[in-house]
């Protein structure tokens, strides 16, 4: 069973992408990224965003087994990582951290995406 999440935004359908897929008891969400004035913010309204996604479909935060931290400007790689840390200190997911040119719009500094695997009831 596959199930596609959209969060209604015009660049799904154009860029052909789902906010996150369902597949069983594991969701995959897409980059993700936050709103705010800095690195840190961003990324902490970013985790809030895949928390809210997590939860709305029957998923946990501590369900998630893989993160992605993708950063455009690597010199304040080290407040995406606190910010990232802060969230799952004690879930630990595997975790990767990625440098990437400027994203698409140039207020986005950074996109995380995670991989959830929902625990049996």
């Given at each position: 069973m596959r199930t596609l999440i959209s969060t209604g935004s015009p660049w799904e359908?154009?860029?052909?992408?789902?906010?996150a897929v369902i597949v069983n008891d594991t969701?995959?969400?897409s980059g993700?990224?936050?709103?705010?004035?800095?690195v840190y913010a961003q990324t902490r309204d970013a985790l809030a965003t895949i928390e809210t996604v997590l939860t709305?479909?029957?998923?946990?935060?501590?369900?998630?087994?893989?993160?992605r931290l993708v950063v455009a400007d690597f010199e304040h790689w080290q407040d995406a990582a606190r910010a990232h840390g802060e969230v799952y200190s004690t879930i630990r997911p595997a975790f990767s951290l990625v440098h990437a040119l400027?994203?698409?719009?140039?207020?986005?500094?950074?996109?995380?995406?995670a991989i959830a695997v929902r625990r049996a009831a």
């Open positions: 359908p154009k860029v052909g992408y789902s906010r969701i995959f969400i993700t990224a936050g709103k705010g004035p800095d709305e479909n029957g998923f946990a935060l501590s369900d998630v087994v893989q993160s400027p994203f698409v719009e140039d207020t986005i500094l950074v996109e995380v995406e």
